[in-house]
């Protein structure tokens, strides 16, 4: 069964003629000699809240990392020697900076130098025995094949000192 507005005012008087009276109350009571500030301070002062408190002062914050990673350069350079030898003395330490066409090493030439004064030798041999060579062929005392064959000689051994 329905009912209507005058049977739901009847099963819920709302007291209209108060409401005036109790909005002034609730006005009234807002009001008050101190400021929202004061009220806080004191209702600090009186329930003593505890507080946590914490002096800054300056402090290192580095913090160490280790980690495994490979690296690679940037640019791959090969290095190679054009003679075997042994190093004399080195000009860089590793992760210097170098430019192209600098000295990294030095060999030790001792060894190098040594072969070279003995294919000089060999050469001043050769071109002794050419030249003996020669003069006997044109006494015909040598043949064709052994002023040939000096001949021969003394172009390896001419060779062997330009390397």
């Known amino acids: 069964m329905l ?11 709302f007291p209209w003629r108060f409401l005036p009276a109790m909005l002034g ?3 009234l009571s807002a009001c008050g000699n101190e400021s929202p500030e004061e009220n806080t301070e004191q209702a ?9 408190a914490v002096e800054v002062v ?12 490979s690296v690679e350069s940037r640019q791959t350079t090969r290095l190679a020697a054009r003679l075997a030898g042994t190093v004399d003395e080195v000009f860089v330490t590793e992760g210097d900076l170098v430019e ?10 001792r060894e190098i130098e040594t072969e070279l004064q003995a294919a000089e030798a060999r050469k001043n ?16 005392l040598v043949s064709e094949a052994e002023y040939a064959l000096r001949r021969t000689d003394l172009q ?6 330009a390397i």
């Open 44 to 52: 600090a002062e009186s329930v003593g809240l505890p507080v946590a």
């Open 156 to 161: 390896i051994a001419e060779a062997e000192v």
């Open 125 to 140: 041999r050769a071109s002794q025995e050419y030249e003996r060579a020669e003069e006997l062929l044109a006494s015909n």
């Open 25 to 27: 109350m609730a006005f």
């Open 100 to 109: 192209k066409g600098a000295v990294l090493i030095r060999l030790d030439t």
């Open 3 to 13: 009912l209507g507005m005058n049977s739901v005012r009847l099963l819920f008087p």
């Open 58 to 69: 300056p402090r290192d914050l580095s913090r160490t990392l280790s980690t495994s990673a």
